[in-house]
């Protein structure tokens, strides 16, 4: 198992929902929700994939963030060869979550 580099704005349920990812493609919020190693409802999953698509570790079918499938970097996070840490928080991009929270 690799060492993740994390960064200090994430959480456990990120690692979670980017390994349900990994092994899903494109996928919807519900159906993470619904997961059990995921521990979050199903607004909290919205919430985290919005962050984690601002960081670039998923991205959104579309717009309307109906679905999400796992980046190239998400998938070099999990394998221990991304350090979230040298990259900017989410919030500094905002795309995702700007108009959510």
Known sequence: MAI?????WMTAPDERLLEELEGEGWTHPRRLAASPSVYLSYRGVQLRLRFLAD???VAPSDDDFDLYHITGDGERYLEGDRDQALHPH???YGRA????L
Not at 4 to 8: D, E, F, Q, T, V
């Open 4 to 8: 993740r580099l994390n960064a200090r």
């Open 97 to 100: 979550t700007a108009p959510f």
């Open 90 to 92: 989410p919030l500094y």
């Open 55 to 57: 960081a670039e570790l």
